[in-house]
């Protein structure tokens, strides 16, 4: 994929724009800034070679520049505030901690003009995790493909439903130029940098910071993290109640004639009210249901597949092994190898 090279002509470092507001993630913020204020310099501190110059002019820019408490209650000064960088290379949007379905936090409305007239001049326009947010506030994500954090894009969908989510997705370029990139969980930060690096600086230089900062790409993307039953609140009673049935009795061959006979619809009626409620149909609910039970029982039990697989409610252990594979990315052999290697094993003696 030819993607280009970011930096206009005649000009040696990128002007670099990080966001932050008091709902941004700090560590996500300034592990970026880190990141981008290490390319040509570290590795060069590592080998004992002079520095280069630096690639990146990176800020962290508030609506004011005033100091603020973050949300864990640190306090933090930014650079400066968005009026001292008008015409910024490049912006990346951190994550944000808020609940998905409250609606956006009331600071985006300062940033969403700046953000539009960025873009407009020439900008390429990043976020990481939940900060693909802002930027469909702003509508710069309209019409195209886009990724953000599991628990965050169901909700992202619907509330722009001209963009089409990516919930499997880590990275993903888009849109003209590809001048709108959108990253997944908090964590793809790495993801995020390494590609943004690569495309202005060089791969040479992003394989270097990988290196130094023991980046690793999430290439298996990101559902195997996702919790598969977080969807979106709403207010319907009769749903509700379906649903807390359901959390004890997907396991039986027939729930979803049991919610309707429970609720007293028809299997028809009750498809098209919780659709409406939760953007799922009964059945893709219980399905959720029954693979994030097995995601578990993977995880802490050493129960054979096919016993699992009877265990959340499937009579035909290839029917559970293709609706594994399909709700969560990979095989449910490989997510088991996986999920046991993520807790570090320190070496004894």
């Excluded at 009331?106 to 693909?132: H, T």
């Excluded at 919780?274 to 399905?287: C, E, H, L, N, S």
């Excluded at 265990?311 to 559970?320: A, I, K, L, N, R």
Aim: charged letters at 20%; a negative charge.
């Amino acid at each position: 994929m030819n993607i280009g090279h970011l930096m206009p002509e005649g000009k040696t470092t990128c002007r670099t724009v990080v966001l932050t507001m008091p709902c941004v993630g700090t560590s996500t913020a300034y592990c970026i800034l880190d990141a981008l204020a290490s390319v040509g310099r570290d590795w060069e501190m590592l080998h004992g070679t002079a520095p280069k110059p630096p690639v990146f002019d990176a800020a962290l820019l508030s609506v004011d520049g005033a100091r603020y408490q973050d949300i864990n209650g640190r306090s933090i000064t930014p650079d400066g505030s968005l009026a001292d960088v008008v015409d910024p290379d490049l912006v990346i949007v951190p994550d944000f901690h808020f609940a998905p379905g409250t609606g956006v936090p009331d600071e985006f409305a300062q940033f969403v003009p700046w953000l539009k007239k960025a873009y407009d001049s020439g900008a390429l326009i990043s976020s990481v995790c939940s900060g693909a947010y802002l930027l469909a506030e702003a509508g710069l994500l309209d019409g195209l493909e886009a990724t953000s954090h599991w628990g965050f894009c169901e909700i992202i969908a619907r509330q722009y439903p001209k963009i089409r989510m990516r919930r499997e997705r880590i990275l993903i370029p888009a849109g003209a130029g590809h001048r709108v990139v959108t990253a997944g969980g908090a964590s793809s930060w790495g993801d995020l940098v390494l590609y943004l690096i690569g495309r202005i600086a060089g791969q040479d230089e992003a394989r270097r910071i990988a290196k130094i900062y023991l980046l690793q790409p999430h290439n298996d993307g990101q559902l195997h993290y996702a919790s598969l039953t977080a969807g979106a609140q709403h207010e319907d009673a009769l749903v509700a109640d379906a649903q807390v049935w359901a959390a004890d009795n997907y396991a039986l061959a027939t729930p979803v004639a049991a919610m309707a006979a429970r609720s007293g619809l028809t299997e028809r009626s009750l498809l098209r009210r919780f659709r409406k409620a939760t953007g799922q149909t009964p059945v893709d609910y219980i399905q959720t249901l029954r693979i994030e039970e097995a995601k578990q029982m993977l995880e802490t039990t050493d129960l054979p597949i096919d016993d699992i697989a009877g265990e959340v409610g499937y009579t035909e252990p290839s029917s559970f092994r293709n609706a594994f594979r399909r709700y969560v990315g990979m095989p449910a052999s490989t997510y088991r190898k996986k999920r046991l290697t993520l807790m570090p094993v320190c070496a004894s003696g």
